[in-house]
């Protein structure tokens, strides 16, 4: 088995400070291999958004090297122990903000890959796609127009454009109430797993992110941050005016 990982984030062409942050860690223990992929976007609309996306980062990479080891043949305790740092650093960064009369907070969106098994935690609107013949979304966003499509009161077009698209309904550090997304899924073998800010998807399309990160031709670490690269000058050509960053992951056994 072979985990191939690579990451690129960009300040784009109008932000002073990129509030994005990437985790990649792997690991290999005997027979088992495992990774962690986080992505995290800090609040563009609030202040010190770098800072709760560092922050994020910094306890789950903690996590991986110090803790990972004992509960990785487990995933409930795994589970448990997601929910648990991500609620810690929810009641960390609001309490900063509320002594520094602040108003910070960050998306939080990962996968850990145990072998061919793996979990996505979820929080806000970076997202992971799944591309191999076809793109695949598995994440939903945790916005305003996310609502109201699911609630019938909007259609896709519309939330295209309507100036709430990037009102969040829940991240970390903002508010007191936090409900992650948790799901458990199999690892195709040689698929592509993408995950991306919203600065990185907003003028793309999902055929135009399929067609360039397809494993049809994205096999190799150097193909992938190529490709990313490719897309990430793509967008800012486009007038993006958000950070922009991008991780990928892929397996084969």
């Excluded at 903000?97 to 609107?125: E, P, W």
């Excluded at 907003?202 to 135009?208: A, D, K, R, S």
Aim: glycine residues 6%; negative net charge.
């Amino acid at each position: 088995m072979d985990f191939i990982v690579s990451a690129d984030s960009d300040i784009g062409i109008s932000k002073e400070i990129n509030q994005d942050s990437i985790c990649i860690k792997t690991a290999v223990a005997d027979a088992d291999k495992a990774a962690l992929v986080l992505i995290c976007d800090g609040m563009g609309g609030l202040s010190k958004g770098e800072i709760a996306a560092a922050a994020v980062v910094r306890e789950l990479s903690d996590w991986f090297d110090n803790r990972f080891a004992d509960v990785f043949d487990s995933w409930e305790l795994i589970k448990r122990d997601i929910l648990e740092t991500l609620q810690k650093i929810n009641s960390k960064i609001a309490a900063y903000g509320q002594k520094n009369r602040v108003q910070l907070g960050t998306t939080a969106t990962g996968m850990i890959v145990v072998n061919s098994k793996y979990m996505i935690f979820h929080v806000g609107d970076t997202r992971v796609y799944k591309i191999n013949s076809e793109i695949s979304r598995l994440t939903e966003d945790h916005t305003f127009v996310s609502r109201e499509i699911s609630e019938g009161r909007m259609t896709s077009e519309q939330a295209d454009s309507d100036p709430r698209r990037n009102a969040l309904t829940q991240c970390i550090g903002a508010n007191g109430e936090m409900t992650p997304d948790i799901s458990f899924g199999s690892i195709e073998s040689g698929a592509n797993y993408l995950f991306c800010s919203d600065g990185f998807r907003h003028v793309l399309t999902e055929e135009e992110i399929r067609e360039n990160l397809s494993p049809r031709h994205v096999t190799t670490r150097t193909a992938m941050k190529i490709k990313m690269r490719s897309l990430i000058e793509t967008v800012k050509e486009r007038g993006e005016k958000d950070n922009i960053s991008a991780a990928m992951f892929r397996a084969e056994f």
